[in-house]
């Protein structure tokens, strides 16, 4: 839901500018992870195509995640 006094704008300004971004399936999840520079999480199946590549990492339950790919994007993205 839409609050008063703008802090859904203060909320998307924080998850973009996270060190990590975990997306959540909806509208407003996507376009701040589209924005953000840092690694990305998103869990699959999805209603939007996932990459798993580029900063990008698709989660899948019965996978896992790569959290060494994790740790080096995270780390280059600091440096």
Known sequence: ???EGGER???FIEIAAARVVVAAPSSFGLL???VSRAPVI???P???HVPDSGRWLAYQEDKGLDTARLGRLVAGASS
């Open 1 to 3: 839901s839409i609050s």
């Open 9 to 11: 704008d203060q909320d």
């Open 32 to 34: 701040a992870a589209l």
């Open 42 to 44: 998103a869990r699959t």
């Open 46 to 48: 999805w209603w939007h």
